[in-house]
């Protein structure tokens, strides 16, 4: 099923009400139905270094939140009787 950039805007956590966007070392506002999705921004210009900066720090965010997981994953699975009902 395809949705719409208004569908989305109102439904997804991704959406940003209003973002400002620094695209190729200019400050513009994008407005797209009020909303919107920062990645998508790459698809169609060149990243500005804020931008980049902000994503990979979003990026390395991401791995250490899946590397806690993974940890605590290892430590149920190694410690499988403390889990178990009594």
Do not use: W
Request: include cysteine; proline fraction near 5%.
């Amino acid at each position: 099923m395809t949705r719409t950039i208004p569908e989305l805007a109102t439904t997804s956590p991704d959406f940003l009400a209003t973002a400002t966007a620094e695209l190729s070392g200019t400050s513009e506002k994008l407005n797209i139905c009020h909303r919107v999705y920062l990645y998508s921004v790459l698809a169609y210009e060149e990243a500005s270094a804020k931008l980049r900066t902000r994503m990979a720090e979003k990026s390395r965010q991401n791995l250490v939140s899946r590397q806690k997981i993974r940890g605590i994953i290892k430590f149920m699975s190694e410690n499988r009787d403390l889990f178990r009902p009594p």
